[in-house]
């Protein structure tokens, strides 16, 4: 069964590039068929999809953050990254990484147990 | 964005009594039948319950069930449980950005 867990640091200075790692466990990226996604959770708040990678190295990503993000493989450690940049106060959330059922069923059934992320100075 | 909407924003039932939520897509947007209902509880991530507007994913006990498509969806615990206590999303991913409902907080009457 596959497990997802993010790492990074806890606390990211504004204006800074927030950059973390979610580690895939019980089967390879490279595999096909499956979208990785990030997907963050302000407290107290909804859940944001932030954007996905495809075992091809496609991406896509939520128009509100799009200048900012990028989301990269590291095929030979089983990875991939999220990088926001010029974060805010307002990047402030518990960070998730997910991924898709299956290629075309884009709700998430395999959730890392998520990494809180703080900006401030 | 397909903005989503669901109702009430919480609910309190007895424990053995039905819950129900709803959730529609604003400005009624159709999206067919992609959608998905999560449950989340304390310092947990999401769980997933129902995909495809009214499948339930594998281990996911029957007193949970769903159905709608197009623009109105509802989600029904038949039968809450303490363990059932949590926040219940709803998930629209027939376009992108994909995107969430505010969620509905659950608890015991």
């Known amino acids: 069964q596959v497990q997802l867990q993010e790492s990074g640091p806890g606390l990211v200075k504004p204006s800074q590039t927030l950059s973390l790692t979610c580690t895939v466990s019980?089967?390879?990226?490279?595999?096909?068929?499956?979208?990785y996604n990030w997907i963050r959770q302000p407290a107290g708040k909804a859940l944001e999809w932030i954007g996905r990678?495809?075992?091809?190295?496609?991406?896509r990503y939520n128009p509100s953050l799009q200048s900012r993000v990028t989301i990269s493989p590291d095929k030979s450690k089983n990875q991939f990254s999220l990088a926001l940049s010029f974060v805010t106060a307002a990047d402030t959330a518990i960070y998730y990484c997910?991924?898709?059922?299956?290629?075309?069923?884009?709700?998430?059934?395999?959730w890392g147990p998520g990494t809180k992320v703080t900006v401030s100075s | 964005d397909i903005a989503m909407s669901q109702s009430p924003d919480s609910l309190s039932v007895s424990l053995g009594e039905r819950a129900t939520i709803t959730c529609k897509s604003r400005?009624?947007?159709?999206?067919?039948?992609?959608l998905a209902w999560y449950q989340q509880k304390p310092g947990q991530p999401p769980k997933l319950l129902i995909y495809?507007?009214?499948t339930r994913e594998s281990g996911v006990p029957e007193r949970f069930s769903a159905s709608g498509s197009g623009t109105e969806f509802t989600f029904t615990i038949s039968s809450l449980q303490p363990e059932d206590v949590a926040v219940y999303y709803c998930?629209?991913?027939?376009?992108?950005?994909?995107?969430f409902g505010p969620g509905t907080k659950v608890d015991i009457k």
């Open positions: 400005l009624s947007t159709n999206i067919g039948n992609y």
């Open positions: 495809w507007a009214s």
């Open positions: 019980g089967d390879s990226i490279n595999n096909g068929n499956y979208y």
């Open positions: 990678i495809y075992t091809t190295g496609t991406t």
């Open positions: 998930q629209q991913y027939y376009g992108v950005p994909i995107t």
């Open positions: 997910a991924r898709d059922i299956s290629t075309g069923t884009y709700a998430f059934d395999a």
